[in-house]
């Protein structure tokens, strides 16, 4: 599922590795361990 997602982020140019803060000020990556699928962009 994680492939998924960061093939979803990558389509539009996003960073899936990006780490972005909550409301409560913690870190968290947008894509938990996924790669982007490279045969959906070919």
Sequence with gaps: ???LH???CHA????????VMTPLQRPIKLVDNGKP??????
């Design 6 to 8: 960061a093939s979803i």
């Design 37 to 42: 699928v490279a045969e959906l962009f070919s």
């Design 12 to 19: 539009p140019g996003i960073n899936p590795n990006k780490e």
């Design 1 to 3: 599922m994680s492939d």
